[in-house]
């Protein structure tokens, strides 16, 4: 009896200390029916509370145990928070699997990482190494964010992205490497479709097999190497 209402006053606590997480994983997630669902059952969540807990501890220099408890997490979750990350108010991760968070990470407010993100160095530099993500930004799944650079708020980063720069505020990166589109003065939906961003490479490559399809057309001249159908 007393270890089932110790797991109640836990629950109870945890509740109430980040009921704005609960309230935004809630809004953002259609699958989440109920605050107690997400309490019990979502990953995100149950890492980010044990990170605020080993983040403390690593504030206060305690040594093993802060790594000990992000390992643990990690175990249980499959995402990795390095107890030096400083993250803001708010943050959402999407099922979580595969999330990497580094030691010198910095991650604004409203933040939301899908699953697979990486929030990595580039090798064995010292000092900030890490990214810095601004307010309002999304990270699709699987992208990579690389090296001490900064993400302007109220952007989105595409799925599978690598990003190896920095980006302004208000864009879209897509593609590998990263390449950014800009949308300046317009915020990121707060829908937050990440399956409906275009790669403008993609869209001038497309634009410019179909113009060479109707120059041929028009010429009635096809080259040797342009018998097969055009996919575009």
Sequence with gaps: MIIILSIIVVFLVIYVLFTDEIRTVKERDPAAKSA????????????????????????????????????????????????????????????????????????????????????GGTGKETGKRHPTIGDNVVVGTGAKVLGNITIGGNSYIGANAVVIKDVPPNSTVVGIPGRVTKQEGQKIDSLLDHTHVNDPVMENMVRLLKRIKHLEEKTGHRSDDSDADYKI
């Design 36 to 119: 107690l669902e997400v309490l019990l059952l979502y990953p995100g969540l149950h890492a980010l509370v044990v990170y605020r807990v080993a983040h403390q501890l690593w504030q206060w220099k305690i040594p093993i145990v802060p790594r000990w408890l992000s390992q643990t997490a990690r175990f249980w979750t499959g995402i990795e928070i390095h107890p030096g990350a400083v993250i803001g108010h708010n943050l959402f991760i999407d099922h979580g699997m595969g999330v990497v968070v580094g030691e010198t990470a910095i991650i604004g407010d409203n933040v939301l990482l899908y699953q697979g993100v990486t929030l």
